[in-house]
T-cell receptor, first 115, second 112 residues
Framework: AQKVTQAQTEISVVEKEDVTLDCVYETRDTTYYLFWYKQPPSGELVFLIRRNSFDEQNEISGRYSWNFQKSTSSFNFTITASQVVDSAVYFCALSGSYNNNDMRFGAGTRLTVKP | SQTIHQWPATLVQPVGSPLSLECTVEGTSNPNLYWYRQAAGRGLQLLFYSVGIGQISSEVPQNLSASRPQDRQFILSSKKLLLSDSGFYLC???????????FGPGTRLTVT
């Protein structure tokens, strides 16, 4: 069975601090996909990134970066120089199927960035 | 570009009443469609998914049902709501190949 664990329930930082959100996953699939989503107070989930299991390259997009390590089954998300607008709940998700009918979400991490 | 719509945005219904939530997608053909529920302060639970018109798969047995009468329309229904049906309902779409899912704005349902 697939499982995603986000051990950090809530994180609070002061603006401009760097923050890392942890994600650990479990799967028996050899091919799988990992995702991060942002849920601002409005409620809509916003897609941030997708990573395939066969591509372990880390990725950077502006202040966001992702560290995928198959050896530790982790897919961590770092926000550099955090801003108040980064305050949201962040979800890590895992899918092992071609049509994503088995996507499993972690419980989410609530990030609060204080001015 | 693709867009996904959900309505209503909020809904307050008494226990035992029927439910119909609608989701439509624009700008894509033959998408995979999904219904999720998010309880307060919790993660997302996949309720139903559909890979084509009339093809519905249920992940969790409950008093909810889903239908896909048209390629880009996905409906979530119930004949009699329970208090436990309260939550935030999200519709999403994706394409095959492990593609990411794109979510609608959601419907906040309160059953009283």
């Amino acid at each position: 069975a697939q499982k995603v664990t986000q051990a950090q329930t809530e994180i609070s930082v002061v603006e401009k601090e760097d923050v890392t959100l942890d994600c650990v996953y479990e799967t028996r699939d050899t091919t799988y996909y990992l995702f991060w989503y942002k849920q601002p107070p409005s409620g809509e989930l916003v897609f941030l990134i997708r990573r395939n299991s066969f591509d372990e390259q880390n990725e950077i997009s502006g202040r966001y970066s992702w560290n995928f390590q198959k050896s530790t089954s982790s897919f961590n998300f770092t926000i550099t120089a955090s801003q108040v607008v980064d305050s949201a709940v962040y979800f890590c998700a895992l899918s092992g199927s071609y049509n994503n009918n088995d996507m499993r979400f972690g419980a989410g991490t609530r990030l609060t960035v204080k001015p | 570009s693709q867009t996904i719509h959900q309505w209503p945005a909020t809904l307050v219904q008494p226990v035992g009443s029927p439910l119909s939530l609608e989701c439509t997608v624009e700008g894509t053909s033959n998408p995979n469609l999904y219904w999720y529920r998010q309880a307060a302060g919790r993660g997302l639970q996949l309720l139903f998914y559909s890979v084509g018109i009339g093809q519905i798969s249920s992940e969790v047995p409950q008093n909810l049902s889903a239908s896909r009468p048209q390629d880009r329309q996905f409906i979530l229904s119930s004949k009699k709501l329970l208090l436990s049906d309260s939550g935030f309902y999200l519709c999403a779409w994706s394409v095959n190949g492990g593609g990411e899912q794109y979510f609608g704005p959601g419907t906040r349902l309160t059953v009283t």
